[in-house]
């Protein structure tokens, strides 16, 4: 199930955001603590009003919430709520004391057991553990101890690497037993589990509207682009690793790939500091194959069994499919940027070319453009840099100071650098260059599409090329990579 934690200080904006979500969950956490004080008297009606299964959690502020009663009073608040809606389940801590259930209402003597009331009632209860810091060595006892009385375990905790995701990937070969489970990873790491949830044996996946948060997803990502809820033994899993690696768009090449073409597969972000743990974890969880980025593009090579002629050559690996049991990393990055301009190659209008920068991103081109025939010249800030990556490919270099001396003289630029996005926004690396308008002009930056450099050799009347083409480019020969299928062309890509 996709669950919505409803984020509104008003029932009726809650209600609204509910509506606003429908057609992509099947169930609801109405956050009590986040409610104005004066909604609470008339809270029970939500889950009859937005028609949904409905967990009613009232969080205190050391459990990430915002109530700030003592346990005795919210736990009396929660009771006056739940026994009079129609709500599903309801969420309570596990240490809330035993003597804080027996609730005592105002003008009777008698202690209510609220947990039985709940039992009597047919609400499930949600017995639930939060760690804000770290995933606890004792997480399996912990989730087996929660269950014990017949209630649903639920374990909030927040990895800091890779292999705190192992092992919560690892619960539900552990605790297979407990069928009602709900566990959750908080935080960026935690993003691939909160996805694949069924992986884990959860039987939920918490989605919210708050994107700004680290490691949350929307409903709609969940359901249209993930396709999570769909997710079965069969599901073969793709990823990206990368450190970042939330801000890919990657996933919105693939996931709408395999749905199109009815393949039944789902492609993930990973957040990985340490590779090697990584492919421990492909192998626990049988990932079929995954595409790298920055950091991790050289710290790949020594876990692959094959690697193709270009991998070598760049020393960067970008793709990885699991073949007759081996990896094998191919770079996608390579082709999809010859995809533009192969036809201009071939036929020779582009003989020569400048490529500003050395750094990652430059290695791939250069060795491109060498590989057919191009005749490169690198401008770096660095000298050291483009002496390296000439000398390796047979290519000229030259300062970047310099670089006015090749205005009109090379067939394509080829600007590789990071100046023009981010901070750089707006900033032309080359000013000084000029463009005579019959070059081929191609920026590796995809966002933002349009930076300063380009726009001037468009002004010039030069044919430009952005990254994002290239992106998508490399993203298609990746999908055929792990598929065997052609990209499908009738895929409206939306990055
Ligand atoms: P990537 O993998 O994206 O290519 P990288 O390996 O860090 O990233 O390389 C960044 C490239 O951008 C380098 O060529 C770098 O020049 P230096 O070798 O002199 O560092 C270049 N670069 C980064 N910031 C720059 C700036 N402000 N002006 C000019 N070049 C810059």
Known sequence: MICLTTSEQTLTSALKQVERNKEYIDIVELRLDLLEERELASAQIFPRLCGLPTIATFRRVSDGGASKLNDKTRISILRSIVLKGDFSYVDIEDDVKKSDLKVKEDDKDVRNDFEAELRAKGIKIIRSYHDFEKVPAELFSKVTKLAKKGDIPKIAVTPNTIVDVVTIFRIQQELKDIKEKIIVAMGPYGVCTRILYKKIGSMLTFASENEEA?????????????????????????????????????????????????????YVPFLVDKVRT?????????????????????????????????VQQIGACNTITRIQGMWKGINTDYYGFLVPIEEEIANEHIKSALVIGAGGAARAVVWALRNHHVKVTIVNRTKEKAIHLSSETMSNWDLLENVSNYSGKVDLIVQ????????????????????????????????????????????????????????????????????????????????
């Open 416 to 495: 590789t650098t990071i100046v023009g996005m981010n901070e750089s926004l707006g900033v032309n690396p080359v000013p000084t260059l000029e463009f005579n308008g019959n070059e081929y002009v191609y920026d590796l930056i995809y966002k933002p599409e349009n930076t300063a450099f380009l726009d001037k050799a468009k002004a010039a009347g030069c044919k430009t090329y952005n990254g994002k083409r290239m992106l998508i480019e490399q993203g298609k020969l990746q999908f055929e990579a792990f598929t065997g299928y052609h990209y499908p062309h009738w895929v409206n890509l939306e990055l």
């Open 278 to 310: 990584f492919f421990k974890l492909a192998e626990l969880i049988q990932i079929h194959g995954f595409s790298v980025t920055v950091p991790h593009k050289r710290d790949v090579l020594p876990y692959l069994g094959k690697i193709t002629r270009e």
């Open 214 to 266: 680290p490691g949350q997803l929307t409903p709609k990502a969940l359901k249209i682009l993930y396709r999570a809820d769909q997710v079965n033994a069969k599901t073969n899993i793709y990823g990206i690793i990368g450190n970042p690696v939330l801000h890919t768009d990657s996933p919105k090449i693939h996931n709408p790939g395999f749905d199109s073409i009815h393949y039944n597969a789902i």
